[in-house]
């Protein structure tokens, strides 16, 4: 079972970046495609960027350009470096294994809050 831990939101103004991190325990984490989800009030739950375990990465066209995706299996650390924030990325988000179809597998952890002013 692998437990997760966000960290790295924030407030910022529109065109402001942030770089969010998720610290992962357990063995499969190294195996494992990374994804960052993030959920807006009274949205549903978005994907919006994944790695694979050998580094490839896709990105929901929401993002693409703007926020960047990595891993260090050394730390068994996935981060998320947003640039050119917008008010519509205002969410909490989350990190999680991915499966099949960009579903999240096992247990979530407590997100963390960004929050774009414009």
């Known amino acids: 079972q692998v437990q997760l831990v966000e960290s790295g939101g924030g407030l910022v103004q529109a065109g402001g970046s942030l770089r969010l991190s998720c610290a992962a325990s357990?063995?499969?984490?190294?195996?494992?495609?990374m994804g960052w989800y993030r959920q807006a009030p009274g949205k549903q739950l978005e994907l919006v960027a994944t790695?694979?375990?050998?580094?490839?990465?896709n990105y929901a066209g929401s993002v693409k350009g703007r926020f960047t995706i990595s891993r260090d299996n050394t730390k068994n650390t996935v981060y998320l470096q947003m640039n050119s924030l917008k008010p519509e990325d205002t969410a909490v988000y989350f990190c999680?294994?991915?499966?099949?179809?960009?579903?999240?597998?096992?247990?979530w952890g407590q997100g963390t809050q960004v929050t774009v002013s414009s």
């Open positions: 999680n294994r991915v499966g099949g179809l960009g579903l999240p597998l096992g247990s």
């Open positions: 357990g063995s499969i984490f190294s195996i494992s495609a």
């Open positions: 790695i694979t375990s050998d580094g490839s990465r």
